[in-house]
Each structure stands twice: as C-alpha cells, then as structure tokens.
C-alpha cells in the first residue's frame, strides 16, 4: 500500500462522481486538443502547398476558388484561359517563372494535371522509381495515387473526364492509355495527390471540344477579337506600366489551360499586373491573402468550438471540485483515522491533490484519444472528399501547453478540499462520529 | 474544563478508565494519543512530553507508538481488510508484512477474508480487525474507545478477551475508556471518572 494506490482506490470507489469528471475533462481536452492539431496541420499543409507562388493566374470568379483549385485541388476551376491572353502576365518581366495547369480529368477521382517540369521542379520533388514524363500521355504520378490505385511503372490507363467522377464512368472516358512512366516519392505536397502528364496531352484529349468563351458566353472581355493580342492598356499613368516588349504570338495561344502558377520577379509585379487583366476574362489571386482570408472565417468556428471546449473544461474543474469536496463531507472521518494512525496534515493533503491530479492525468489521457478519434473520422470525410489526411500520430507544442494548463487548472480545482483536509480538527471529527 | 485524576502505567499494565457519557472520556482519550494537547499539566510517554513536539512529530510518534481502536468500526472504505491492515504500517514506515496481517487474522477466524472489501464484514468481526489493526505496526501504548459498546455480549466477550490478550503478547499497554462494566473483570486497574 502506498499513497498513491490509495488515491487510486479512493477514485475508483467514488467512480460515479469521478467518471463525471474524468469525461467531462476528455471532452474539454480532446476538443481543444483535436483544433490545435487541424489548425496546425492545415497550416502546414497550407504553408508546404504555396511555397513561392506569389500569384495564380486564372478565369473570373472567386479568387478564392481559383486558389482552392489550382494550388491545393480541392475545389472546381474556375474556368480556362487562353494561353495567347495570359501571355500578357507569363511573360511580363516582372514575372520569374510561370507554370501552366490545365485539367479536367481523373483516373479514379485522382486528378490528372497537364504541366511543364517546373511544377515537380517548384516542389522539390524527387523520383522514386523511372522518370519525368517527357511526351504526350506519359504520366508521373504522385506516391499517394500510387498507393492507392496500385499503379506501377509500365502500367496504362484511360482517364475519365470530370475531377470526381466514379471509377468506371464507361460513358466519359477517353479513348487515349496515359502511360505510367514514374512515381514520385512522398513529399507532403499535393503532387502526391496529382498524376502529371505534359499539358500538351490535356489538350489532345480534349481537341473538338468548346473553347473557353463558348462555355462561358456570359464573360465577355475586350480581348475577345484577337486572342493573342494583349489587352488594350489605358492611357494615361498606367502607360508605364506596358511590358517593354509585346508578348511573341505562339502556336499554342489559342489552347487553354486552367491557370498559371507565377512566382514574381519583384514586389512590383503584385501593383502592376493585376491593372494589365482588369479588363479581361482573367484574374490573379494572391494565395497568401485568399488563405488568410480563408484563415479568418475559418477560424471564426473554430474559435466558437475553441470557446464551448474551454466552457467544458471550466465545468470539469467544477465537477472535481465539487466531487472532492462532496466525497471529503463523506470521508472527513477516515481523513481522521488516518492523522489517528500517524498521518501528517500534508499527508492528507498530498492524497486529495493526488486524487485531484490523476483525475485530471485520466481526463487528459482519455482526451487524447478523443481527440486522435475525432481526427480519424474527420481525416476519414476529408480523405473521401478531397484526398487530404491528418496525421493521428502527430503531437504539438500547443497540446503540451494545454496539457500542463490542464494539470495547473486540476490542482487549482482540489486545493480548497485538499487544504480543508489539511485543516481538518481530528479530535472533534473523530469524537462526533 | 475536565479535571483528570493523575495516574501512572507502566510498561504491558492494562488501565479501564469507566465513567458515564458526557465525562470526557473520549476526551481524555484523544490527550493521551496526542490528537489535542491539555489546557494545564502534562501526559509524558516515558518520560517524554509530546507537547514541544510539531505537530507533524506528533504524527509520527503516534504512529510509530500508538494503536487506536474506536467504538465504530472506522476504516477506509475503499480499502479491502488486508489493506486497512496496511495502513498504520505504510504510515508508520515499517514493512508492509503481509504473512503477519494473515496470522493476526488467524487468530481471531478471519484470515480466509483477508482479500474482502471491508464493508463485507459484519460489525463484530470489523471490531476484531480493528483490534488487529491497532497493534500489527507493533505499538508501546494501545489506547481503545469504547471498544465494546456496539456490540451483544457474545461479540463483546470476544472482544475484551483478544484485546486483552494481544496486547499482552504484543508487550503494549492498554487503555480502554468506556462505561460497558463488562470490561471490570477483564482489568483490574480501574480509574473513575
């Protein structure tokens, strides 16, 4: 027997008024616990996917959307562009490097993203088995698509068109095998979510269909006449702001793609190119600003959840106050009995604040894994939906301030009982049994 | 204010100390185990007053020298009957002796209950592991508060004689304080109050 298997025994005995506690402390912590670990891990997620794309370029809409869509993948595009038009942006000598996505098909609900070498370049990717794509229809596929569709190197494919539609859509599928030429070592980035493919295959597998302008009638822009041509800059102050050059007509500028990932040449850029498109069919987001914004209002309910949880724990530190002060009305004569057997004034102590604290350490333990429970189902819907994943096993600094937060507010919680104990006039209790 | 007749005891002498509800029996046992300390005069245990003493040194030296047996049956409910036996060992810093608890429990029938929460006994046989309790830590002075008052003659019987007799083979003292006159046969030493 020692004092803390006392404290263990004594909470066991009044289990009723301890479970209390003990769940209402887990649901306080496993809430709190279960926001800090998808805020950071959404954080990182976020921060590893922007890296150095200081801009996207992209059609009308939400610039939001346009960001969801291009840099993470988990919302539909906001439509194409030509790329003769968005020559004005990609080639502006503000503008260091600018990478084209054009999409619009899966494999599996896996999206199929036509780009250069730059993309994989812009992530650091690295190669785990065979090689960059290099020609149309070949395809390098993300560690993620890898492991779940079970594709290998040498292995081939038909694509469906759409971004989510069912495996098996025999009735949208096009008649082109994407070869599997390399798979992608897991990097943490949306590319293990991506199969790449050159941008020139999406715009085979797509020739005969309606142009950017044919699907959108309703955006009308002043550029509609010549599709090359850049749009017509103002006059007046603005004039400084024309590119030194014209942007050279290609042959691929009346082809589409879904946006441009720009990473800029100088602070500049941000102020003069957003002025070059204001009248066209394009925009250009800033990922920084949109996800900031995304930030906030996300962050409004989390801040509500963040706001009931803390009410949770406030009511469980209540509930082991209120428990032990209860349960020491019950046992203030064995309290005596122990003094009588040689029990100090801190001994008695030391077990109310033990009873406290392993109260507390059981609602923090079985908090933990409400919270890690939370996250998997969560994961599990975010999985389904958008092939993101939180990571159960992951642990952060934030959670280790709640918990030694959590151990202070448990102590706090018993110390009146505790001291009450300590108080206690054995004499008096022992002879008004 | 409760006046005490002065009185002396020697090492293994057995003390009744009889007197009616409301005299300040308990009182006076609660002096004479260190729980309060006297108004006026003194209680030396072998020559030394406990009345300089911290209060946490009287903790311990009632712990190490004294067992106390009250009139009901106090024990921690959470504990079972080994582990209440536990108890003035771990608070006393001896050894945990487990095979001492189960011979003490033999010797008054109960060693087959030793694993049993303590609330499973019946009231006689939870005043027999008290009694056990008070003197397993190997205590000078066993002091008893109306050991027998809750209990049929049967039961009080059996009370007086293994109180008697295990302090005596323990070479404790005992006090009892009560006002059962069955105890006047069992100890000559009697103080009125």
């Given amino acids: 027997m020692n004092i803390v298997k006392l404290a263990i025994k004594n909470i066991k005995h009044q289990w009723l008024d301890s479970a209390l506690s003990i769940l209402l402390l887990a649901f306080g912590v496993g809430a709190i616990s279960m926001l800090i670990l998808v805020e950071k891990q959404t954080t990182e997620q976020f921060n590893k996917n922007i890296q150095d794309i200081d801009m996207v370029l992209g059609a009308k809409g939400s610039p939001l959307q346009l960001i969801l869509a291009n840099v993470y993948h988990v919302d539909a595009p906001t439509g194409n562009i030509k790329v003769g038009e968005a020559k004005i942006i990609t080639q502006n000598p503000t503008i260091e490097t600018a990478i084209p996505l054009a999409y619009g098909d899966n494999f599996q609900q896996w999206r199929i993203v036509g780009t250069d070498k730059n993309y994989a370049l812009h992530y650091g990717m690295k190669l785990q088995q065979g090689q960059e794509f290099q020609s149309e229809y070949e395809a390098t596929i993300g560690a993620e698509v890898a492991q779940a569709t079970g594709l290998k190197l040498g292995d081939t494919f038909l694509s469906t068109h759409g971004l989510d539609q069912e495996q098996g859509d025999e009735e949208h599928a096009h008649n082109h095998n994407y070869t599997v030429v390399g798979i992608y070592e897991k990097s943490g980035t949306v590319i293990d979510k991506l199969i790449l493919t050159p941008v020139e295959t999406i715009w085979h597998a797509h020739e005969g269909e309606p142009d950017a302008e044919s699907a959108n009638p309703e955006i009308t822009s002043d550029t509609n006449t010549a599709a090359t041509a850049p749009p017509i800059m103002k006059k007046g102050p603005m004039m400084m702001l024309r590119p030194a050059h014209a942007p050279k007509a290609g042959p691929n500028d009346n082809k589409e793609v879904t946006a441009y990932l720009l990473k800029k040449r100088t602070p500049m850029a941000q102020i003069i190119l957003p002025n070059l498109i204001k009248d066209s069919k394009m925009q250009l987001a800033l990922p920084a600003i949109e996800i900031n914004r995304l930030s906030q209002n996300f962050g409004i309910g989390m801040d509500t959840i963040q706001a009931i949880a803390i009410v949770i724990m406030g009511l469980s530190f209540v509930s082991i106050f209120v428990s032990l002060y209860n349960s020491l009305k019950k046992r203030k004569y064995e309290l005596a009995l122990m003094r009588s057997m040689g029990a100090s004034k801190w001994k008695v102590f030391s077990l109310i604040q033990l009873e406290g604290i392993i109260t507390t350490c059981l609602g923090i333990v079985i908090g933990g894994v409400l919270s890690r429970l939370g996250l998997s189902i969560l994961s599990s819907q975010l999985n389904n939906s958008f092939h993101y994943q939180f990571q159960i096993s992951d642990f952060s600094l934030g959670e280790l301030i709640l918990v030694g937060i959590t151990i202070v507010g448990g102590v706090l919680a018993c110390a009146i009982p505790a001291y009450q104990a300590y108080k206690l006039d054995i004499s008096k209790t022992l002879a008004n049994e | ?193």
């Fill in chain 2, 1 to 193: 204010m409760i006046h005490f007749p002065d009185f002396v005891l020697g090492t293994n002498e057995h003390c009744l100390i009889l007197g009616e509800s409301g005299c300040g029996k308990t009182t006076l046992l609660h002096l004479l185990a260190g729980l309060r300390t006297p108004s006026q005069g003194e209680i030396l245990y072998n020559n030394q007053s406990l009345d300089p003493l911290s209060s946490s040194d009287r903790d311990i030296f009632r712990g190490k020298n004294m067992g106390v047996v009250f009139q009901s049956s106090a024990f921690i409910s959470s504990l079972s009957v080994l582990e209440n036996l536990m108890m003035p060992l771990m608070l006393s810093g001896k050894i945990q002796d487990e095979n001492k608890a189960k011979e003490l429990l033999s010797i008054v029938n109960l060693d087959h209950k030793i694993q049993k929460p303590i609330g499973e006994l019946s009231i006689g046989e939870q005043q027999r592991v008290s009694i056990i309790r008070s003197v397993i830590h190997g205590p000078k002075w066993v002091l008893a508060d109306e050991p027998t008052s809750a209990l049929d003659n049967k039961n009080a019987e059996s009370v007086i004689e293994l109180l008697t007799s295990i302090t005596r083979a323990n070479n404790a003292s005992l006090i009892v304080v009560t006002h059962d006159h069955r105890w006047n046969q069992a100890i000559s030493h009697t103080i009125k109050l």
